[in-house]
C-alpha cells in the first residue's frame, strides 16, 4: 500500500525510498495512536485512528414509556452546556432493543458541528418533536396523586371547595403531564398539599 508518487519515484531514481509521507484520507483528530518511534510495523496494522468531527452522533436515551411517541425523523432540539442556543437536528434512527438497566430506547441524532462545539464523551439535553405534533391539555405532574390503580387530581372549584377528579394520563415532559381524560381547559388542579388533603379525605372517608 505505498503511495503511487513514491512507487513513481523509485522507479524513475532506481533507488528505494526509505522516508515518504503517508496522507491520510480525511482531515480530523487523531482518536488512537497505535505506533511509537522504531517500533515494527506489520501488514494489516492499525497506525492511526482519525476521527472527523465536523459531523457527529448524539445518542438520546428514550424512555420506555415514551419510546412509542418518537419516530424517525422527529425533531430534535439538543441543547449543550455553555452554548446559548439549542442546536437543531432530526432523530435518524432508533435501536431496536431496550437497555435492561436504564429501560430506556437509544435514538441517534445525526448533527453538523460547526466549531466543534460536540466533542465526543459530553452530556447534553435532547428535546425530540414528533412530527405530527398535536394540541394537549397540560398539567403540572406534581398535581397528579397516582395510587397505583387511578390517577387522581384535586379541582379547585368557583366556590372554593376541593373535589377529587380521575384523570387518564398521555405524554410527560418538563414537569408536564397531559391529560387525555376527566379535566377541561380553564379548571383551577391543586398542585401543592394535595397528599395532605388526599390522606385527610381517606381518613375521614369523604372520598367514598
Known amino acids: 500500500d505505498l503511495p503511487d508518487d513514491v512507487v513513481e519515484r523509485s522507479e524513475q531514481s532506481g533507488n528505494a525510498q526509505s522516508r515518504f509521507t503517508l496522507m491520510a484520507p480525511v482531515a480530523g483528530v487523531v482518536a488512537e495512536l497505535g505506533i511509537r ?7 494489516g496494522m492499525t497506525l492511526f485512528r482519525i476521527v472527523d468531527l465536523g459531523s457527529v452522533w448524539v445518542i438520546a436515551d428514550v424512555p420506555e414509556a415514551m419510546s412509542s411517541q418518537v419516530r424517525v425523523g422527529s ?7 455553555g452554548v446559548s442556543s439549542p442546536i ?3 432523530l435518524s434512527a432508533i435501536l431496536p ?10 435514538g441517534r441524532i445525526e448533527l ?11 452530556f447534553v439535553r435532547i428535546t425530540l418533536r414528533p412530527p405530527n405534533a398535536s394540541q ?8 397528579v396523586i397516582v395510587t397505583g390503580r387511578r390517577s387522581v387530581v384535586i379541582v379547585v372549584e368557583e ?14 415532559s418538563g414537569g408536564e403531564v397531559e391529560i387525555l381524560s376527566g379535566l377541561s381547559e380553564g379548571q383551577r388542579v391543586l398542585s401543592s398539599g394535595q397528599f395532605l388533603l388526599d390522606s385527610e379525605a381517606s381518613l375521614k372517608g369523604v372520598e367514598a
Open 37 to 43: 518511534e522504531g517500533a515494527m510495523v506489520s501488514p
Open 75 to 81: 425533531a430534535a432540539e439538543v441543547q449543550v452546556a
Open 97 to 106: 432493543d431496550v437497555d435492561l438497566v436504564t429501560r430506556t430506547v437509544k
Open 88 to 90: 437543531a437536528g432530526k
Open 159 to 172: 366556590s372554593g371547595t376541593y373535589r377529587p377528579v380521575d384523570v387518564r394520563l398521555g405524554r410527560e
Open 112 to 122: 453538523r458541528n460547526p466549531g466543534l462545539a460536540l466533542k465526543p464523551g459530553m
Open 136 to 143: 394537549a391539555l397540560l398539567i403540572p405532574q406534581e398535581a
